[in-house]
């Protein structure tokens, strides 16, 4: 049985986040959704909103669970059993910073591998903390994020809905 771990922060979750996902579940038979919960990291999101907004969000995809972790991510996956961490990018920076992040994870752990997932071209410029941003300002974001997390982001920005 082939298992992915596709870890992230998610706040918030995006279209580009379920393209990774969608695609995903069409090459592996399980997808383990991680939320890395990092008490140094301030997101606007808890870990209860952002794991509540995955699972709604994920729940077409029969094979795909979400979870929360707060250590690292290679014992995540040895305790789940997977062998794949997934990692979307979507330029050379990304690529950059994901290639040193997995050369550490195989020092941590070597019977984990990474594989790297171009993010689709319509999806290259979302990135979570420009949605935030853009959301904050009272701009739209109805391209960028689906519905429950456009609304989720309005009511903590305290935006008229």
């Known amino acids: 049985m082939s298992k992915a771990v596709f870890p992230g922060t998610f706040d ?3 279209y580009g986040h379920l393209n990774l996902i969608k695609r995903a579940s069409l090459l592996f038979d399980s997808i ?3 939320i890395s919960v990092n008490p140094d990291k301030k997101t606007l999101f808890s870990e209860e909103e952002r ?3 995955l699972t709604e969000l994920t729940k077409d995809f029969s094979n795909v669970t979400v979870h929360k972790w707060n250590g690292l ?3 995540y996956c040895a305790k789940a059993g997977s062998k794949v961490l997934l990692r979307g990018i979507r330029n ?3 690529f950059s910073y994901e290639f040193d992040l997995s050369l550490m994870n195989r020092s941590l752990d070597s019977e984990v591998e990474t594989l790297f997932m171009p993010t689709e071209q319509k999806y290259f410029l979302i990135r979570s903390s420009s949605i935030k941003e853009v959301a904050r300002l009272g701009g739209n974001i109805s391209l960028m994020v689906p519905p429950a997390v456009e609304k989720a982001l309005k009511e903590k920005y305290n ?3």
């Open 12 to 14: 918030p979750p995006t």
């Open 32 to 34: 383990d959704v991680l």
């Open 51 to 53: 794991f509540n907004l």
């Open 73 to 75: 991510v290679v014992d």
């Open 92 to 94: 050379t920076v990304d």
């Open 159 to 161: 935006i008229k809905i």
